[in-house]
């Protein structure tokens, strides 16, 4: 997910969200504070009939950067997918996670925020699973 946004009040602009990649140009020169955010990873899958639990998955990394827009340039805005539901259901024992992919904000072709996604949730083979690991993240300031 990215956000783009200044502080509220009268003659603030309101925040603009993007939930689904896109290429946004626009008509104006914008200064904005961006939140450019990962995509979490999915938690292990745990089967009931073995003695051992999974854990869940990483939350996504986080870039946060003021930032001038400048009219009339295209800027790309990719929006990472959350880790894919692990499966199918193991009869034999647990099922790891999937991780999450990254969000990046690129301005010809050059990414200058990126945020890694979450990492996949475990299925250890006894219990007591570290969660997914945390996104990192680059290009904030």
């Known amino acids: 997910m990215a956000i783009l946004g200044q502080k509220g009040g009268d003659t603030g602009l309101p925040n603009i969200m993007f939930s689904a990649t896109d290429t946004w140009t626009p008509s104006c020169n914008i200064e904005a504070m961006v939140y450019c955010i990962g995509a979490g990873g999915s938690g292990g899958l745990s089967n009931e009939n073995y003695d051992a639990s999974c854990s869940g998955g990483g939350a996504g990394g986080t870039a946060v950067s003021k930032y001038v827009f400048l009219a009339s340039t295209a800027y790309t805005i990719t ?3 959350g880790g894919a539901s692990p499966g199918p259901y193991n009869a034999t024992g647990n099922v790891a ?4 992919t990254a969000s990046t904000i690129a301005v010809g072709g050059s990414a200058f925020m990126t945020a890694n996604g979450g ?7 006894s219990a007591g699973a570290a969660g997914g690991a945390g996104g990192t993240a680059s290009g904030g300031n």
């Open 79 to 81: 929006i990472g997918a």
């Open 97 to 100: 996670g999937n991780a999450g």
């Open 119 to 125: 990492g996949a949730g475990l299925a250890p083979g």
